[in-house]
């Protein structure tokens, strides 16, 4: 397949590699346009070339996945729109919801998927990526032309597996961003690692923030019970235990987080169901606050 990536960052790097080895052609769409081709090397495989901005490619492509960070979502996708064939499937892969939301009415004419994943990958430098995590990946459809995609699920699934198709992809994605509302400010905030929040003194706060959740979750009609989104989020705590969540290394590195698509997200979906969630709310003012104080220093 003609494969083109929008993000070509830690997790679009690690899909790249992994779709060109399977035999894709696959080249990237950089932020920088000027240049026309780049090397990514996967751990401690052969360094491969990438064909890089070429609006040929990009209008050829079957497959668009767009790995930026939620909040980039908008700016990075809109200007290519023109550039595409609407038989291009648009696959959206990144943390948070409501990205995809915010560019809908332009998308209407485009085969739309949405992913998750646990996978879990780092750039150390711009021509290199890590594989730090094997994971799991969820493709399910955004629109009806999306429903007619399931096929992606198997090429993916070829290329990097375990990947799923699911009807469903917004439970997924809640569950999902379940575990980003309980586990991201909070280590963000503290500093710490994710196996800290299985501390003592952070059962009460992830309780409120659990349950608050699972609330908004009952209204959005996604079936969940406290006890079982509770049980996920301590074994990805667990699991995840010695590893930093990706809001605290961006508070830490003073980069945007994705908190609007995250805490925001769920706190908007709450005002609109009139259910209160203080503990989310207070962890997304704070994470606010601390990014409103850079643009000022
Ligand atoms: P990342 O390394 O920051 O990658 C994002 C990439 O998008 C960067 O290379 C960035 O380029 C590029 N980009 C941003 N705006 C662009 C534009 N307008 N045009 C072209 N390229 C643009 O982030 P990541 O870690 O891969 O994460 C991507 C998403 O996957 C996030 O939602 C994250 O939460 C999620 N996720 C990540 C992991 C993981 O292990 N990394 C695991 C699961 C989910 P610049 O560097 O030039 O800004
Ligand atoms: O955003 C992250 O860091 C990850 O999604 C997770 C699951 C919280 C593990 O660090």
Redesign the pocket.
């Known amino acids: 397949m003609n494969i083109t990536i929008?993000?070509?960052?830690?997790?679009?790097s690690l899909w790249a590699c992994h779709l060109k080895e399977a035999g894709h052609n696959v080249s990237l769409?950089?932020?920088t346009p000027k240049i026309s081709s780049h090397t990514l090397q996967l751990d401690d495989q052969t360094p491969l070339t990438f064909t890089t901005n070429d609006d040929t490619r990009l209008e050829q492509s079957d497959v668009l996945l767009i790995?930026?960070?939620?909040w980039?979502v908008k700016?990075?996708l809109l200007p290519l729109l023109d550039k595409l064939h609407t038989d291009t499937i648009l696959v959206f892969?990144?943390?948070?919801m409501g990205a995809v939301e915010e560019v809908e009415n332009e998308l209407r004419h485009y085969p739309v998927v949405l992913a998750t994943?646990?996978?879990?990958?780092?750039?150390p430098s711009l021509d290199k990526v890590n594989h730090?995590g094997a994971g799991q990946t969820q493709l399910g459809p955004f629109n009806a032309k999306g429903t007619q995609c399931q096929f992606l699920a198997e090429v993916f699934n070829h290329t990097l597996p375990d990947v799923f198709w699911t009807s469903d992809i917004q439970t997924a994605l809640w569950q999902k961003l379940a575990i980003n509302c309980a586990i991201n400010p909070l280590t963000a905030l503290e500093q710490c690692r994710n196996g800290n929040l299985a501390e003592a003194r952070y059962s009460e706060p992830l309780r409120h923030i659990i349950q608050e959740v699972s609330e908004v979750m009952a209204q959005e009609g996604i079936p969940v019970s406290f006890s079982e989104l509770n049980s996920k989020v301590y074994k990805v705590i667990t699991a995840t235990k010695d590893n930093y969540s990706?809001m605290q290394q961006d508070l830490c590195y003073q980069r945007p987080t994705?908190i609007d698509f995250i805490t925001g997200y769920l706190c908007r979906k709450a005002q609109e169901h009139k259910i209160n969630v203080p503990a989310n709310q207070a962890l997304y003012d704070e994470i606010k606050r601390i990014e409103h104080s850079w643009r000022t220093q």
């Open positions: 929008l993000g070509a960052g830690a997790i679009g769409w950089l932020r790995t930026v960070k939620a980039q700016e990075a892969m990144h943390n948070g994943t646990t996978q879990a990958a780092m750039k730090t990706s994705e």
